[in-house]
């Protein structure tokens, strides 16, 4: 049994262009709005004490798919099978009255959550300890900051003991200290087998915290696996949306040499390799007359920075001169590179490094993150070895 099964979930809303439509399309009966389709079939499943991270840009949908599976909003097609109590920290301030206080609002918010007024009063000093607002708890929440908020929200939703916990991006208004215990929180409920729905931008969190995440796009489910893969690809497309610089290749006028082509491992299309495995990159150049030159490879990340650079000089005295077609190979043994999408750039270059009479990139290619959860970001895969001293 699956503590959440969505299946081709669909929320579509109506925009008036005027609020008087809305009663004019009532007498009329006539449909006076324009329909936004904010999900389209989003179907995915979480078994219990499974941690999904929800992934994706402003306005993909990923708010309106958690008040879906909080049951503070209706689909409008598909089902939605939900098994286990539910607590969810959405929007900031939801479920609270700005004229209470604190505490006050703590029997309102529990009360709302399912629970009754004598079980609320037995988790009432845990949940103010927790919160840790000292004197502001009697005062009307109206006086609290948005940090002191999510302090209190957060509290009395994990107060509760759910089965299933949904977070959205409310604890990136929390200050550091706030958002550490929040997380610690979150590891103890991992820990104790509880299913949890996180939503961030931050993409080491979901890493951390979540072993499987869904990437929304324009409604749709875009991609979904193990949360390191799918990070990976958001933050590729995130850094080609990104990227300004135009891929061009330089190609003087009358150049006397030139690159041919740029194969990797012998490939001529974009591919596809776990890390840390060897990357050999052909050159093959062409040369209409015999002038001295090096070959300078190097490997760049898809929003153009340079991760790595080489030219032939560094091994070799002499410069290659001869005439006609040659090949060069240049191989990277047991690449470190963590996952991300990358590019080869050569150039051509003369005698004294300085002149460069061609440029070409290679296909992209592409490192396949590990099939496991893996503790290391950024980057390079490097070798290390811890001590305690």
């Given amino acids: 049994m699956y503590a959440i099964e969505a299946r081709n979930i669909g929320k579509i809303y109506r925009l008036y262009q005027k609020p008087f439509h809305r009663l004019k399309e009532a007498l009329l009966r006539k449909p006076l709005y324009q329909p936004f389709e904010c999900l389209n079939e989003v179907s995915f499943s979480v078994l219990p004490g499974e941690s999904l991270g929800i992934i994706g840009d402003n306005g993909a949908g990923k708010s ?43 029997y309102l918010n529990a009360s709302l959550l399912g629970l009754s007024q004598s079980q609320i009063k037995e988790k009432e000093s845990a949940i103010v300890d927790f919160a840790e607002l000292g004197p502001f708890i009697d005062r009307p929440l109206k006086t609290y900051s948005s940090g002191m908020v999510v302090r209190l929200a957060f509290s009395i939703a994990t107060s509760i003991d759910p089965d299933i916990l949904i977070i959205d991006e409310a604890l990136s208004v929390g200050d550091q200290y706030f958002q550490k215990k929040c997380v610690d929180k979150i590891v103890s409920f991992r820990g104790q087998r509880k299913t949890i729905i996180f939503c961030s931008h931050a993409m080491y969190l979901v890493n951390i915290l979540c072993k499987r995440a869904i990437w929304l796009s324009e409604g749709k489910v875009k991609d979904q696996g193990i949360s390191t893969q799918v990070t990976a690809a958001y933050e590729n497309y995130s850094r080609e949306k990104t990227t300004t610089m135009p891929r061009e290749e330089m190609e003087p006028p009358e150049s006397p040499l030139y690159i041919r082509s740029i194969s990797l491992n012998g490939h001529a299309s974009p591919i596809s390799f776990p890390y840390q495995e ?23 990340r898809n929003d153009e920075l340079i991760c790595h650079a080489v030219s032939m000089s560094r091994q070799f005295t002499r410069p290659i001169s001869r005439r006609g077609k040659g090949r060069v190979l240049l191989t990277y043994l047991s ?28 296909p992209s290619f592409s490192i396949i993150p590990p099939n496991e959860w893996t503790n290391e970001m950024g980057l390079l895969s490097l070798d290390y070895e811890w001590e305690i001293l």
């Fill in 335 to 362: 690449l470190p590179l963590l996952y991300g999408e990358y590019r080869i750039v050569a150039s051509l270059l003369d005698k004294s490094g300085v002149h460069c009479y061609h440029t070409k990139e290679s």
């Fill in 64 to 106: 309106t798919l958690l008040k879906i599976l909080a049951g503070t909003l209706t689909p409008t097609s598909g089902e939605l099978t939900i098994n286990g109590r539910v607590a969810a920290l959405l929007e900031l301030g939801a479920g609270f009255h700005s004229e209470f206080t604190g505490r006050e609002n703590i």
């Fill in 278 to 300: 060897d990357l050999h990159v052909l050159l093959e150049f062409e040369s209409l007359e015999d002038v001295p030159f090096w070959v300078a490879m190097g490997i760049k």
